[in-house]
């Protein structure tokens, strides 16, 4: 894989002159940051859990300033890395800028959870075991093995990968979605394969997941060709490598993710001062520390919020380096492992994420409300599918008027494109906040009803 080509500004569905304000006050990349930002699927994670679902404390992130943060983390790790790569290749300064690497790792960090569903993680296990579940198995019938996986496997990333592609016939008869630039896109593939087949994974990160619908293989099939990502086999699978800014997404949500979330245990009594004091000087680098300044913060709240940022700070050089040490190997193919596991680091961040999984994420609050989770959205597919795909039950058929059209294909009957139809009934509870979902729920089995 070869730089130049990597960074091309060319958008999905759209020519590049057509965001020629670019030429004078914004890159192709920040336009991409700009029409993420300004979705309205992106602003939907500001009620998307990210740790704490329907979280009674200010401090407590969700899913949305998750984002922000992790996109703010990204431009500086990819302006970082941009410095860098320009200095050891000069000759890309003919064709772009290192700011480009900020802009385009920012703008992709920030949809890096578009797709989630409400409840997080448990949301998407929620989607996937009503498709295994007996009462859908007349709907998923006669789909191939690989339509079956998307539903039975859902997966957040595939769904923000159909969210930021897809146009829904309803809404345009053009293609590319929001039309960003191919290497957005690119950058927000962390898992460039399909659902099906398993792959031999070994130790490949980019394996573990999937980030594309067997209906958006044909999209990403245009982007990684565009592009000229390289391909491999494993097993009998052909699949792409990583494109090489995806492992600075990657980075950027793993360092937020880590350290954040387990500020965020603090705020909500989970976690100690003297554990997040302890765990964040780990990270620092000592001999530049300033320990007197830090001697001068009189609140808790004060000195975790700045040894965070320091530690932040330290976690960004570090992964840059190890990205410049293995961007040959990355664009080879060969590298394809965390970049936070190649830091000094990786031992203090494997136990903060150990701590958190015992002490946050398995805690009272937050296994309730996943509990919570996983009756409401395979009840809300119960209705929602059988009101698409059944005509017997008159009533159901009316609950139809309760989903958007963008989610009907106006083009096809449900019976001539069932695994179009299910997808899209997944995509819409999928897209639902935890609170548009809570609140479905109750109306639709009557636990209580709206005011109207």
């Given at each position: ?75 500086t790790l990819g302006n970082m890395a941009g410095q860098l790569l320009f200095k050891k290749y000069p000759q890309l300064n003919d064709s772009c800028q290192p700011s480009d690497l900020g802009a385009l790792t920012s ?156 500020e965020d245990g603090y705020h909500v009594h989970l976690i100690s001062f003297e554990e997040i004091e302890s765990a964040y000087f780990e990270i620092l680098n000592r001999e530049q520390f300033d320990l007197g300044r830090y001697n001068q913060l009189n609140s808790r709240e004060t000195k975790i919020a700045y040894l965070r940022s320091k530690a932040i700070n330290e976690m960004v050089q ?135």
């Open positions: 894989m070869e730089w130049k080509k990597l960074l091309s500004p060319e958008r999905l569905g759209q020519k590049r002159s057509m965001t020629n304000d670019s030429v004078h006050y914004r890159s192709d990349f920040q336009v991409d940051y700009d029409r993420i930002i300004f979705s309205s699927s992106f602003r939907k994670l500001q009620n998307k859990t990210q740790v704490f679902p329907f979280p009674k404390s200010d401090f407590v992130r969700n899913r949305l300033t998750h984002s922000l943060e992790t996109a703010s983390v990204g431009r703008a992709a960090c920030l949809a890096h959870d578009i797709g989630n569903p409400p409840f997080g993680h448990a949301g998407e296990d929620a989607i996937s075991s009503y498709f295994k579940s007996k009462a859908a198995m007349p709907y998923i019938a006669g789909l191939n093995v690989v339509q079956k996986a998307d539903l039975q496997n859902f997966e957040g990333n595939a769904a923000g990968f159909r969210i930021m592609t897809h146009t829904a016939p309803y809404h345009s008869n053009l293609e590319g979605g929001l039309g960003l630039s191919f290497a957005t896109y690119a950058s927000f593939i962390k898992y460039p394969r399909p659902s099906y087949p398993f792959p031999d994974i070994h130790d490949r990160v980019s394996l573990k997941k999937y980030n594309f619908f067997w209906s958006e293989i044909p999209v990403y099939d245009k982007i990684s060709a565009e592009l000229g990502i390289t391909q491999y086999k494993t097993g009998e699978l052909q699949v792409n490598h990583r494109f090489p800014l995806a492992f600075l997404v990657e980075a950027a949500d793993d360092i937020c993710y880590s350290i954040i979330d387990f570090q992964t840059a380096k190890v990205f410049i040490e293995k961007e040959e190997d990355i664009r080879a193919g060969i590298f394809d492992t965390a970049l936070i596991e190649k830091t000094p680091q990786i031992h203090t961040l494997k136990q903060i994420k150990k701590t958190s999984f015992e002490k946050i994420y398995n805690s009272e609050t937050v296994l309730k409300i996943e509990s919570a989770g996983r009756k409401v959205l395979p009840g809300l597919l119960e209705i929602f599918v059988q009101s698409v795909m059944s005509d017997e039950d008159k009533f159901l058929a009316k609950l139809r008027k309760l989903i958007p059209q963008e989610y009907l294909d106006i083009n096809h009957q449900p019976f001539e494109e069932r695994y179009t139809n299910l997808l899209n009934i997944a995509m819409f509870v999928s897209g639902m906040t935890d609170q548009q979902a809570v609140r479905m729920y109750r109306d639709l089995f009557g636990i209580s009803l709206a005011d109207y």
